[in-house]
């Protein structure tokens, strides 16, 4: 396992990511540092929302501790500021999500429980729309206010020091001091308690990638018993999560690196399977114009392959023609299916000849 990313890293990746969601996970991680900040903004592949986001962030948590030089005026300039930015909107997004569909009683369902328990967590296997339909609920539950909803990415080397807060060197004079420095989790919920009346969504995608036992550390107590606060590792002072947060988590069953929840966390986690959803695969085809004969095809493909591998519905987002199908299983499917399958190729193959007909009509399978 490597270590956590240093400062350093954070500064190259910040610098040439050419993808606006690695940004964005970026940003969660180091949004109090202002150098890496400085450098996801300067970069071209840099969405607005991000921008935004920082906005805001510098708004309520760096800019108030200067109120007593800004004078009495002071929270009236910040909260005009405040007003004067929910005119913006931004426009480059990572990706429109839609409003949440009241006829979808699946999607209802996880609404209902996410506002009531305020802890879920989406699973199923890769491509099934998990992120998707997390970042639907947030939307729906906060108004779709961005200040309100928090995205973040967990992966191998995530910790505590990440999430939670961490001891960090600050230059001073000729020297260096450390102070202990909130982290994404820990300043997402001093933003919600300043408005209790409100809910708060944090999204956290592939949330068993992560150690959640370090990643989470003493504040595990605090999932469950939400009024009840822990005194922090560092800081020493006491932390709970505000009641007007709810968690959505997303989890890859498939990944055979993920790590296993242990039966601690289940507890404090209401669970909803994902699964592939043929409904959807209709819906996709549909929205990228696809004619009905072929997506007849791709939908006899998708069925018969669930038993073999529950593949997910999502991979076709892009598909508009047969040869984008063949085009996905040469680049796409084919090398998922051959790792997931190491040592049974054989059903590689087998869903191969599911597929074929779909871009090979007359049944040639070259």
């Not at 606006?20 to 150098?35: I, M, N, T, V």
């Not at 609920?137 to 995205?151: C, P, S, V, Y």
């Not at 114009?289 to 038993?307: C, H, M, S």
Request: proline share 6%; aromatic share 10%; net charge neutral.
């Amino acid at each position: 396992m490597t270590s956590r990313m240093s400062k350093q890293e954070a500064l190259k990746k910040a610098t040439e990511a050419t993808d606006p969601k690695e940004l964005l996970a970026l940003y969660g991680q180091f949004e109090a540092s202002a150098d890496v900040v400085k450098a996801i903004v300067n970069n071209k592949f840099c969405p607005d929302e991000i921008k935004k986001r920082y906005i805001l962030y510098a708004l309520d948590e760096r800019l108030r501790t200067y109120l007593s030089q800004l004078g009495p005026s002071g929270p009236d300039i910040l909260d005009a500021m405040r007003k004067s930015l929910e005119a913006w909107q931004p426009v480059q997004k990572l990706a429109p999500v839609p409003e949440l569909d009241r006829k979808d009683t699946e999607a209802m369902q996880l609404y209902d429980i996410a506002q009531k328990k305020g802890a879920i967590i989406l699973y199923g296997p890769p491509g099934t729309s998990k992120t998707y339909l997390a970042q639907m609920i947030a939307k729906a539950l906060t108004d779709g206010n961005e200040h309100r909803m928090e995205f973040v990415q967990f992966h191998a080397s995530y910790t505590y020091e990440d999430f939670i807060e961490g001891i960090v060197p600050k230059p001073q004079g000729h020297g260096v001091v450390y102070k202990v420095e909130d982290k994404v989790f820990k300043a997402f919920c001093k933003r919600a308690e300043r408005q209790p009346s409100k809910r708060f969504v944090i999204v956290i995608d592939e949330i068993n990638r992560a150690d959640l036992s370090k990643v989470f550390g003493e504040v595990f107590t605090c999932l469950e018993y939400r009024g009840q606060p822990v005194h922090l590792l560092y800081s020493r002072k006491p932390f709970l999560i505000p009641s007007n947060i709810v968690i959505i988590g997303t989890m890859n069953t498939i990944d055979r690196s993920t790590t296993d929840l242990d039966f601690a966390l289940r507890r404090r986690f209401y669970f909803f399977e994902v699964p592939p959803r043929v409904e959807w695969l209709e819906q996709i085809l549909a929205r990228n114009g696809v004619k009905d004969a072929l997506t007849a095809a791709i939908k006899e493909a998708f069925i018969k392959t669930q038993p073999i591998y529950p593949l997910g519905h999502a991979y076709f987002k892009e598909v508009k023609t047969a040869d984008d199908v063949r085009m996905l299983w040469e680049h796409q499917l084919r090398a998922l299916l051959e790792q997931f399958f190491e040592f049974e190729l054989n059903k590689v193959r087998d869903i191969e000849r599911l597929f074929t007909p779909v871009w090979s009509p007359a049944g040639e399978e070259g």
